[in-house]
C-alpha cells in the first residue's frame, strides 16, 4: 500500500522556523523524486519545492527560494522540509507528494499525496 504521511506541522510566530517531514512506505519513495506542495484556503494548491531521487538537485518557488530547504533521507525513506524565516503568507496545509514525471511545478505530475499537515505563522 502506498502511503505518504507528513508531520511537524504548528504554530509560529512570523520570523520563525519549522521543519515538516513526510515519511513513505518503501515501495513509495524508491528512486522516485518527491515534491512539496501547500494550499491555502480559498487558493490553488502551489508548488514549493522538489528534490531529485539522487538528493542532488533542488527546484524552489521563487516565493520561498533562500528561505526553505528541501533534504532526504533515503535511508529513512523521509523527506525534509526546513522552513526559515516564515511569513505570515507562508500559511497553508503543506502535502509532499511523489513525482512520476514532467514538471516538477506541476501537480499534475505527482502522482501520490499525503494528507498534509497545517503550517500556521502568526504576525
Known amino acids: 500500500q502506498v502511503q505518504l504521511v507528513e508531520s511537524g506541522g504548528g504554530l509560529v510566530q512570523a520570523g520563525g522556523s519549522l521543519r515538516v517531514s513526510c515519511a513513505a512506505s518503501?515501495?513509495?519513495?524508491?528512486?522516485?523524486?518527491m515534491g512539496w506542495f501547500r494550499q491555502a484556503p480559498g487558493k490553488e494548491r502551489e508548488f514549493v519545492a522538489a528534490?531529485?531521487?539522487?538528493?542532488?538537485?533542488?527546484s524552489y518557488a521563487d516565493s520561498v527560494k533562500g528561505r526553505f530547504t528541501i533534504s532526504r533521507d533515503n535511508a529513512k525513506n523521509t523527506v525534509y522540509l526546513q522552513m526559515n524565516s516564515l511569513k505570515p503568507e507562508d500559511t497553508a496545509t503543506y502535502y509532499c507528494?511523489?513525482?512520476?514525471?514532467?514538471?516538477?511545478?506541476?501537480?499534475?505530475?505527482?502522482?501520490?499525496w499525503g494528507q498534509g499537515t497545517q503550517v500556521t505563522v502568526s504576525s
Open positions: 528534490i531529485r531521487w539522487s538528493g542532488g538537485i533542488t
Open positions: 507528494a511523489r513525482y512520476r514525471g514532467g514538471s516538477y511545478y506541476s501537480a499534475r505530475e505527482y502522482d501520490y
Open positions: 518503501g515501495r513509495t519513495f524508491s528512486g522516485y523524486g
